[in-house]
């Protein structure tokens, strides 16, 4: 055993001396590239699983206000995810109208229509949650006044690869508002998402 290690020490040392024997050369490198932002890319889809800029909740009756049964889902698709560090995207929604609400702190998103308007409905605001059905299983609502931040997975959405971000937005009976206090008419809401990848 003792002679193995006195034959490697001795190869060391040749080789030492060997490449103390050889000339030396200097090399110069320049290395150069881009840094480029970690992207995806993001589109709004309506349920029906197109491209939208508008999500259509239809036709809307009291008792669909009183119940609070009158949604639509729709999802945020992420594709083509390139540089990710965690694989996410934080995502808020803010309004763009302003919240419901006698002081507008309440967590839905008021109708831009105005109320001097003859066609305007009023009493009624959207609420946004996080899943594909207002209140379901692990859903949060996307608070207008708080605007929480989400975290969405974004593993497996690379190249062709998609990822939805399931949605719903449900009309209700507006923060500090009755059934009584309801309004027939128009209802159009402006909200945008900010997402910032991970």
Same mark, same amino acid.
């Given at each position: 055993?003792?002679?193995?290690?006195?034959?490697?020490?001795? +190869?060391?040392?040749?080789?030492?001396?060997?490449?103390?024997?050889?000339?030396?050369? %200097? @090399?110069?490198?320049?290395?150069?590239? /881009?840094?480029?932002?970690?992207?995806?890319?993001?589109? +709004? !889809?309506?349920?029906?699983? +197109?491209?939208?800029? /508008?999500?259509?909740?239809?036709?809307?009756? +009291?008792?669909? $206000?009183?119940?609070?049964?009158?949604?639509?889902?729709?999802?945020?698709?992420?594709?083509?995810?390139?540089? @990710?560090?965690?694989?996410?995207? *934080?995502?808020? @929604?803010?309004?763009? *109208?302003?919240?419901?609400?006698?002081?507008? /702190?309440?967590?839905?998103?008021?109708?831009?229509?105005?109320?001097?308007?003859?066609?305007?409905?009023?009493?009624?605001?959207?609420?946004?949650?996080? *899943?594909?059905?207002?209140?379901?299983?692990?859903?949060?609502? $996307?608070?207008?006044? %708080?605007?929480?931040?989400?975290?969405?997975? $974004? *593993?497996?959405?690379?190249?062709?690869?998609?990822? !939805?971000?399931? $949605?719903?937005?449900?009309?209700?009976?507006?923060?500090?508002?009755?059934?009584?206090?309801?309004?027939?008419?128009?209802?159009?809401?402006?909200?945008?998402?900010?997402? %910032?990848?991970?």
């Amino acid at each position: 055993m003792n002679y193995q290690r006195i034959m490697v020490a001795l +190869l060391l040392i040749i080789g030492i001396n060997t490449q103390s024997l050889a000339g030396s050369s %200097t @090399l110069n490198v320049t290395v150069r590239t /881009t840094v480029t932002a970690s992207t995806c890319t993001a589109e +709004l !889809h309506n349920a029906q699983d +197109l491209q939208a800029t /508008t999500i259509d909740i239809g036709d809307v009756y +009291l008792n669909e $206000l009183a119940n609070k049964t009158k949604y639509q889902n729709f999802s945020l698709v992420f594709s083509n995810c390139e540089g @990710l560090a965690k694989d996410q995207a *934080t995502v808020t @929604l803010s309004p763009q *109208t302003g919240c419901d609400g006698a002081s507008s /702190t309440g967590g839905g998103f008021r109708n831009a229509l105005t109320s001097s308007s003859n066609d305007a409905a009023t009493g009624v605001s959207i609420e946004v949650w996080t *899943t594909n059905q207002p209140e379901g299983q692990g859903s949060v609502q $996307l608070n207008c006044k %708080t605007k929480p931040t989400s975290i969405v997975d $974004l *593993t497996g959405a690379s190249g062709v690869n998609v990822v !939805h971000w399931w $949605l719903s937005s449900r009309i209700v009976v507006a923060a500090d508002n009755t059934i009584a206090d309801v309004r027939a008419g128009q209802f159009s809401t402006n909200a945008v998402f900010s997402v %910032t990848y991970e």
